[in-house]
């Protein structure tokens, strides 16, 4: 009997805790370069990554994971370093294409982690600013980078409040660095129903009371995430 509970315990902690236990989930915006876009809530959970004629690592909680498992279209990867299937190795990994968009001189992707630009790669085990990997919820933003003056176009973010039949969005521009500013022309859609924004970044969309999801675009700049709005 005594040897029937050492084995069932021996296999129990074999099984250890679920694969994703260690493996946050974040959201994540694949913008591409014709505006289009996919976003999900989707697992960094570890996983194997091609790079030319070799396999290698993508370790849990990284950015790279997240991409490759919601499957956005074929990923081309590069190694600038000496990637294995030991995630630690992973730092030197860099998207080179997402479906047709190739990087091309200094224009090609990158990624934020809210409203900055990552410092490190998307696979690296130090995380995208060097201080630990992605922690659940948080926002990831792919995007194809046109650099000009030194930076990538600015993402925007769309916030809001409702009034009786009516939902005011705020949209500002964020920079590399996260600094924002409000952006003036910006089209906020939400149930079929459009708006620009004035110059304080405020577009206001007559809607009747209902939950609606809203998303603010312009040309040049890479559109925000969705947000579930409800209007009284």
């Known amino acids: 009997m005594r040897k029937k509970a050492l084995a069932a315990l021996v296999v129990l902690m074999g099984l250890g805790a679920p694969a994703d236990a260690a493996a946050p989930k974040v959201r994540q915006l694949v913008v591409f370069r014709d505006g289009s876009a996919t976003s999900e809530t989707v697992s960094t959970r570890a996983t194997r990554v091609r790079v030319e004629r070799r396999h290698c690592m993508a370790g849990d909680g990284t950015a790279l994971a997240a991409l490759v498992r919601s499957r956005p279209g074929r990923i081309r990867l590069r190694d600038f370093g000496a990637c294995s299937l030991r995630p630690r190795d992973g730092g030197g990994l860099f998207v080179h294409a997402i479906r047709g968009d190739r990087n091309r001189g200094q224009r090609g992707w990158v990624y934020k982690v809210g409203r900055r630009a990552a410092t490190a790669g998307a696979a690296d085990p130090g995380g995208p600013f060097g201080r630990g990997r992605l922690r659940a ?33 705020t949209v500002r521009g964020y920079d590399d660095q996260g600094r924002g500013v409000p952006v003036e022309g910006t089209t906020v859609r939400a149930g079929g129903v459009s708006a620009l924004s004035d110059a304080t970044g405020v577009a206001r969309l007559p809607l009747p009371a209902g939950r609606y999801r809203a998303v603010a675009e312009k040309p040049g700049l890479v559109r925000s995430f969705a947000e579930r709005v409800e209007v009284p």
């Open 137 to 169: 919820g948080q926002r990831v933003t792919w995007f194809y980078c046109r650099l000009r003056d030194g930076g990538c176009q600015r993402t925007l973010e769309l916030t809001w409040r409702a009034e009786p039949g009516t939902l005011v969005a």
